[in-house]
Structure formats: C-alpha cells, structure tokens
C-alpha cells in the first residue's frame, strides 16, 4: 500500500482521495443501473410475458453469480497484490450489459445480460471494498464505507429519476432507456483511471486461504448469522411486484426507488460515523431489526398507501448495514487477508441468494404474494437475536 497516494485528503473531512474518487464512480455506476433495474421486472413480466418464477430464477443466478465471484475476486487481489485492475474490468463488463438488454426478444437473453452484469459486480466490488479499506484509517473507516454507501445511492436517486423523462421522451420504450443508460456506466469508468493503486504489490505476501476455520470466532459467528438471514432475502424485484400489485404505476414505481435510495443516502453515511463511535454490531442488529418490520409491512399492506413509508423504511436498512458491515470485517481481519475476508463474507451470502430468490417466486406462485415477505421478516427477526446474543461474549469492536 501507497499512504503517500491512496491516502491523500479529498474535499471532505476524512475521506481519502481514493476513496472520494470510487464514490464517484459508484455514483455513475449506481445511476446507470437504476436507470434500468425498476423497469427489468416490469420488461420481464409485461413486454416478454415471463412469470415471477421466472423472475426469480434470473435475480436468483445474477445475485448467487455476483456474490460468489465477489469471493474469488477478493481472494486473487490479495494473492497478486493488485486490486485496481480487478476494478477496471469489473466494472468495464459491467457497462457493456446495459445495451445488451434492449436486445432482448427473449427471457434467457435478460437472464444473459443480468448474469454478465452481476459478473461485473462480482469482479469489482470486493477488490474495491479492500481499496476503500486500505485507503482510511481505523479510527475513521466506518466513515468511509458510509460515505461510499451514500455517494453510490445518490447514483441510484438520481438514475430513476432520469429514467422518467426518458421513458417518456422514449414514449415507454424500455430498450431505448436501456441504450441510454451506457452513458454514466462509461464514465464511471474513465474515472477509475485516476484512483491510486493500494495492493502490497506481486509477491508481497504468502497465498490467502479460503478456510473459514482459521478465521477467528467472531468472523465465523458473523458470517453464519448473515448466511440465515440471507435466505429469506429474497431479490427486490418481489418489492417491486408487490408495489404494482397494490396498484402503483410503472411511474410511481421508479419515483418510489429514486425516494427509497434518496432515504439510503440520507441514513448510510450518519451510519458509518454511527459505527465508529458505538460499534459496528449494534448498528447492524438495528437494520435487521428495520428489515423485520418492513418486510411483515409488505405482507400485510392491504393497498398502496402502506408501501411507500415501508421503502423509505427499506432505505433505512441498507444505511444502516450495507456499509457498516463491510467495515466491521476489515476491521476483524488483517490488511494483507482484507479481500479475501470480504469476498468470502460476499460468497458465503452468496450460497443464500439463489434459493432465498427462487424459493420467493415459488411462494409467490403458489402460497400467494405475502408469503416471501413473511418468511423474510422471520429470518431477519432471528438473525438480529442471534447478532445479539454473539456479540455479548465477544469483544466489542469499533474498527
């Protein structure tokens, strides 16, 4: 690692350069994928005619796809010590997908370009979650992931709200908006050419394992309390069908996730500096906490009216974990076993989206709408009582 460079101050008060510079490009990231992500379900279901089982076999292999690769990618830029390159290309694939969806005349080919999306996800994020890491202090690192965090859902207000002029410039061509969306994707990258390498360079250190037994007692508890509550996190897209269900429009719908990301941007960063001050553990068990109560909200809402403070409740939840778990494993592993550590974390959920995912449509199809809301709040209610009652015979930590 480079302090010299990767640690140079930015505009704001400690936020490195580096880090400054990657919430910039999650922001142009973020803004294309939410340019398209609110209307991939409704494309799916209305244009191509494809059932919500359908929809979640495609959310489910995109997500499993993006965290299971989160694990690899991690693993590998701690072994050649580089992880920019990683970033670059990550990202790179990521933007290319956007135009491959207009080309759709069929669900396989979304579930093509959504695979190959989340694939680019997957090479990036844990490599850039370490540069994050690698680039803050201790004292203030919950700071930067929640700086990062806010930066990345200004991108995902300001995509749906793009998306709404468009789709009607467009006169509700979804492909036209999905050409569009290449155009922040592109410069997010272009961006990246100014952020400094942070890897200890080629050879720097021994081989990383992915043997979760060596990891120490609090990585393992915390890794197999996200893994139960994972499984019943199924994808957004069953937010999104359940909204239009209760009857919002294709317009309320995008309008809705430009104000849940706005209240994820609003919540992320106080967060993170939340975190450092009472320990990341508590901040956490209180998302899970929010996540419990939205998702019974969803199961029981009997009409429009109760589903737009539910998402800005959901907002809530991702502020407050989204970033600050990320921080809370850097903080338990050491520098040169960062990536690793995170893309272990990232793959291990991974092994829970899939089914998590399938199982909703599945219950979705069969038991009726409310059923994976139901069988989510459930396991977020355990999972946060299991966080609890960890984290009180184990140290506390605020790195």
Not at 147 to 173: E, K
Request: with cysteine.
């Amino acid at each position: 690692m480079k302090p010299d460079t990767a640690h140079e101050p930015s505009p704001i008060r400690g936020i490195s350069r580096n880090v400054f510079i990657l919430g910039l490009v999650s922001l142009a990231t973020d803004a294309s994928t939410e340019m398209v992500y609110p209307l991939i379900p409704l494309f799916l279901t209305t244009t191509l005619g494809a059932p919500a089982s359908v929809l979640g076999l495609i959310e489910g292999l995109a997500e499993a796809t993006a965290s299971i690769l989160k694990g690899f990618s991690g693993w590998l830029s701690d072994r050649i010590g580089l992880r920019k390159p990683l970033v670059v290309g990550g990202y790179g694939l990521a933007a290319f997908t956007k135009p491959l969806l207009a080309l759709a005349a069929g669900w396989p080919m979304v579930l093509t370009a959504r695979v190959l999306d989340r694939f680019g996800k997957g090479v990036r994020g844990t490599p850039r979650d370490a540069m994050i890491a690698d680039s803050s202090e201790e004292s203030v690192r919950g700071r930067a992931f929640g700086f990062h965090r806010s930066t990345d859902q200004m991108g995902a207000v300001i995509g749906p709200l793009a998306a709404l002029p468009l789709l009607a410039f467009f006169d509700q061509n979804y492909r036209a908006v999905f050409v569009a969306a290449f155009v922040p994707a592109a410069l997010g990258v272009l961006l990246l050419f100014f952020v400094k390498e942070t890897g200890a360079g080629r050879g720097a250190a021994p081989p990383p394992s992915f043997r979760i037994a060596a990891a120490g007692p609090e990585y393992r508890s915390f890794l197999l309390v996200m893994l139960l509550f994972t499984l019943g996190n199924s994808s957004d897209v069953f937010l999104i069908l359940r909204a239009r269900q209760l009857g919002l429009t294709p317009t309320d719908i995008v309008l809705l996730f430009a104000a849940f990301n706005a209240t994820y941007v609003a919540s992320a960063y106080p967060a993170g500096i939340l975190s450092d001050r009472i320990g990341r553990r508590r901040v956490i068990v209180a998302g899970l906490a929010v996540f419990a109560v939205v998702y019974v909200g969803f199961g029981f809402a009997p009409d429009s009216r109760w589903v737009w403070p539910l998402f800005l409740l959901y907002g809530l939840y991702h502020g407050l974990t989204d970033g600050t778990s990320r921080a809370y494993i850097a903080g338990i592993t050491p520098p040169d076993q960062r990536g690793t550590a995170l893309g272990t974390y990232a793959m291990t959920i991974g092994i829970g989206t899939f089914p998590a995912s399938a199982a909703a449509g599945l219950l979705w199809d069969h038991a009726g709408p409310p059923a994976p809301f139901f069988v989510g709040a459930a396991c977020a209610a355990i999972s946060a009582v299991a966080l609890s009652w960890k984290g009180a015979g184990l140290r506390k930590h605020r790195a």
